[in-house]
């Protein structure tokens, strides 16, 4: 069995940072692209950020400046910080891998079970 884990969600007052991480734990055999995403309630989920295995992002324009997405490809983790935090930032955060199981070939999108990030003062 694979699974995503988040941590690092909170409540922050408009103007402050949080720094979101997620692990990947099982039989890990590969992770092509990971994200993060966000929702909140009455809205679909939207990309907020992806990193390839190679290094390579991608940003949704309302966070470009702001978040900064990282990963470390030997620990199967990656991680989004995010500075300059708004109240419009408020949602719960969701981590996704492109995975490969062990001993497997095919790749699948496997989510984490969300994180709640409150911007309020």
């Given at each position: 069995?694979v699974?995503?884990?988040?941590?690092g969600?909170?409540?922050v007052?408009?103007?402050?940072?949080?720094r979101?991480?997620?692990?990947?734990?099982?039989?890990?055999g590969a992770?092509?692209?990971?994200?993060?995403?966000r929702?909140?309630?009455?809205?679909?989920?939207?990309l907020?950020?992806?990193?390839?295995?190679?290094g390579?992002t991608?940003?949704?324009?309302?966070?470009?400046?702001r978040f900064?997405?990282?990963?470390?490809n030997a620990?199967?983790?990656?991680?989004?910080q995010m500075?300059?935090?708004?109240?419009?930032?408020t949602?719960v955060?969701?981590?996704?891998g492109?995975v490969?199981?062990?001993?497997?070939s095919?790749?699948?999108?496997?989510?984490?079970q969300g994180?709640?990030?409150t911007?309020s003062?």
């Amino acid at each position: 069995q694979v699974q995503l884990v988040e941590s690092g969600g909170g409540l922050v007052q408009p103007g402050g940072s949080l720094r979101l991480s997620c692990v990947a734990s099982g039989s890990i055999g590969a992770i092509n692209v990971m994200s993060w995403y966000r929702q909140v309630p009455g809205k679909e989920r939207e990309l907020v950020a992806a990193i390839t295995n190679t290094g390579v992002t991608n940003y949704q324009d309302s966070v470009k400046g702001r978040f900064t997405i990282s990963r470390d490809n030997a620990k199967n983790t990656v991680s989004l910080q995010m500075n300059g935090l708004k109240p419009e930032d408020t949602a719960v955060y969701y981590c996704k891998g492109v995975v490969r199981r062990v001993p497997e070939s095919r790749y699948f999108e496997l989510w984490g079970q969300g994180t709640l990030v409150t911007v309020s003062s």
